[in-house]
């Protein structure tokens, strides 16, 4: 029985790296983003759609458009609704091949930013929420994509509340630290969601 797990956490928590930390403990990790944009890449169903229904949103070059694309659905609700009916089930799907590939043992973590607020976290075996200083999570954001902290406080603002997350999740990772406290405090939760993986899938009695 493959194990499903949910990671998420705010921007600027550190996210990102603990995805690829459980991949390197030999998880199969699902990037949901990856799967959105792939839904939507040159060529795909998707983006076909998309044409269909906003051929404004489409480049010249047969791409999307995303800048476009934002501003048609920005102040319409309705074409927002439009546009996750397109980009939603596309997701999904592609999400499902991906786990039929993981080994029967195998933990498969499924990387969601909104996997609360979607309610993707209803669906998994168990949730991770990767946590940070606000102050520590704004400094990040602003190093790396040089915005402007207001402008990342305004984002944070618009996620859920951290306290409602924490209250969601199985498991709280702190990410205020070295990169080697994180690796430890993430092979702990690994440890343990591989305790929750049946006996039976692998292979009979622990020793």
């Known amino acids: ?10 921007i600027g928590s550190g996210k990102s790296e603990v995805a690829s930390i459980l991949g390197s403990f030999g998880a199969l990790v699902i990037d949901a ?8 890449a040159a060529g795909s169903a998707g983006l076909g759609l998309i044409a269909a229904a ?7 070059d047969g791409t999307l458009d995303r800048a476009a694309l934002a501003r048609i659905v920005f102040h319409d609700s309705a074409a927002r609704d439009a546009l996750n009916a397109i980009v939603h089930p596309e997701v999904r799907r592609l999400g499902a091949e991906r786990e039929a590939s993981a080994g029967p043992d195998q933990i498969v973590v499924h990387d969601v930013p909104l996997l609360f607020e979607g309610g993707f976290y209803r669906q ?8 940070a ?4 999570r704004i400094a990040r954001i602003v190093a790396r994509n040089g ?17 409602r997350a924490r209250e969601l999740a199985d498991y709280v990772i702190p990410n205020d630290g070295t990169i080697a406290a994180l690796h430890d ?23």
């Not at 405090?185 to 020793?207: C, F, H, N, Q």
């Open 133 to 136: 200083d606000k102050a520590t």
């Open 185 to 207: 405090a993430t092979r702990e939760v690994y440890d343990d969601l591989l305790e929750r993986i049946p006996t039976a899938s692998r292979g009979g009695s622990k020793p």
């Open 147 to 163: 915005l402007d902290p207001a402008d990342v406080e305004r984002r944070m603002s618009a996620q859920i509340d951290p306290d």
């Open 1 to 10: 029985m493959r194990l499903r797990v949910g990671l998420t956490g705010g």
């Open 54 to 60: 906003w051929p404004g949103a489409i480049s010249a």
């Open 33 to 40: 983003d990856a799967l959105a944009r792939e839904a939507v």
């Open 124 to 131: 998994c075996d168990a949730n991770v929420l990767v946590v």
